[in-house]
């Protein structure tokens, strides 16, 4: 069992502390074991002045992936595909390998490609090795490739892009590496997505909708937020001394006096975009979600019960699967990335498996979890791990950018203090 009274007494004041010392806006932290809720709490405030609520809507950016790619796996199920299948078959022959090029040398104004050795495969996108990258570091300091999507307009956010065109732009950039060489972070669930309505024939929005949402009883999730519910909107924030450049900010630009600063406002941060709040084109199924605390909890609920071979969305053995480390040799992701990748947790002793991360080595990956424990999280500091072994999950929400994982390491404190409140075993043998 886990031990409630601890567990409250510690998470509880952590909570709090965060929003106090001005660290996060907000905490809101639900744990599950054996399929129920043992604990759920909140401190910190929706917006500034407006008390948070039990049901205020975050955005959870790549906290979307893993719900889009048991999508396509819920596909894969019904034989609709097989993970080796080149995607060109859905998305064309501008994704063949006679058609893509990978990059070598250069930079936005000159540089070199090569031919692509291989077709991208089904598998490559939901593993993160097929090339594609994000398009984070403009400037091509650390990735030339980055600075060649910036300089072209590739990003979800451009405006006027449904999700079929964005993908058939993605298609006409080089790629960073050869599919399947290396693990990179990058659009490649927003081309799962695509790969859902390719398959299925529905939009994104509608599959997710009436196949993971209306089933699961998730009704504040979805890509926009319609009118009815924007006062559950949380505002977003960024500490004090960054600017949206990702750089030291100037003390002269601060609009707070605080160590939190508002970036809710377009014009305020250039990384993001405010369809939140209408009928989104783009169909992000890399970070396009909004949802709840209890909504995502509903999710982790249903992935525990597929690992006890009860109902769910999917079967167990496809979530065991889907669970598995994919990298090539059994090597992690800080083994498999090349220089100036991102990921939404530390890479060093976690895998990577079918749209999750994958714990292969708790020592090396220093934190505490089971071998297996499967996890992800999104851009705004959000937070989930599910751990089979211990019939566990672990779900976060605040609204915080560009949170340095050094300075405030989230996911490594939560894990302590969770696990801290562990106090028997299992009930059986996990997944």
């Known amino acids: 069992m886990v031990d409630s009274e601890r567990l409250a007494a510690r998470l ?25 809720v043992c604990y759920q709490a909140q401190a910190g405030e929706q917006a500034p002045g407006t008390p948070l609520r039990a049901d205020t809507i975050f955005r959870i950016y790549s906290m979307t992936k893993p ?36 990059f070598v040398r250069g930079n936005a104004d000159l540089y070199e490609t090569v031919p692509c050795k291989t077709s991208i495969r089904v598998w490559h996108l939901l593993t993160h090795t097929s090339g ?25 956010t451009k405006p006027g892009l449904d ?85 030291p900010r100037k003390p002269a630009s601060l609009t707070r006096a605080s160590g939190l600063v508002d970036i809710s406002a377009p014009s305020d941060f250039n990384y993001r975009s405010v369809e939140e709040l209408g009928d ?21 609920q ?20 889907m669970t598995r480390n994919f990298l090539p040799d059994g090597q992690d992701m800080e083994q498999l990335a090349p220089p100036g990748g991102y990921s939404e947790l530390p890479e060093e002793g976690i895998g990577f498996g079918l749209g999750f991360s994958v714990v292969l080595d708790p ?22 791990w599910i751990d089979p072994q211990e019939d566990l999950a672990v779900i976060f929400m605040t609204h915080l950018m560009f949170n340095d994982r050094l300075r405030l390491p989230l996911r490594a404190m939560l894990q302590s203090l969770v696990y801290g409140a562990v106090v ?5 043998a996990r997944l």
């Open 163 to 247: 999700l079929a065109e964005f993908v058939d732009k993605l298609a006409t950039m080089p790629l960073m590496f050869q599919p399947g060489e290396h693990w990179h972070y990058g659009y490649n669930t927003d081309v799962v997505g695509r790969l859902v309505e390719c398959i299925s024939g529905l939009p994104l929005d509608e599959f997710l909708r009436t196949r993971v949402f209306e089933p699961l009883a998730m009704h504040d999730t979805g890509f926009h937020v319609p009118p009815a519910k924007r006062d559950r909107f949380a505002a977003l924030f960024m500490p004090a001394d960054l600017d949206p450049t990702l750089g």
């Open 280 to 300: 989104k084109k783009m169909l992000s199924g890399g970070g396009g979600l909004v949802s709840t605390l209890a909504d995502y909890t509903c999710f982790c």
């Open 424 to 428: 028997s075993k299992p009930l059986t």
């Open 12 to 36: 509880g004041p952590w909570q709090e502390r965060l929003v106090a010392d001005q660290r996060l806006p907000c905490a809101q932290v639900a744990v599950v074991r054996h399929g129920k």
């Open 302 to 321: 249903m992935l525990l019960r597929c690992g006890r071979g009860e109902p769910a969305l999917i079967s167990r053995k496809t979530l065991e699967f």
């Open 363 to 384: 020592a090396k990956s220093k934190q505490i979890c089971s071998p297996g424990t499967f996890a992800w999280g999104g851009a705004a500091s959000t937070i989930f």
């Open 132 to 156: 594609l990258t994000y398009g984070f570091d403009a400037h091509g300091v650390v990735n030339p490739v980055d600075a060649l999507y910036h300089h072209a307009g590739v990003g979800r």
């Open 67 to 102: 719900i889009v790619s048991m999508a396509l796996m819920m596909l894969y199920e019904e034989g609709r595909f097989q993970l080796n299948d080149p995607v060109k078959l859905w998305l064309g022959k501008q994704w063949s390998r006679e058609s893509m090029r990978v």
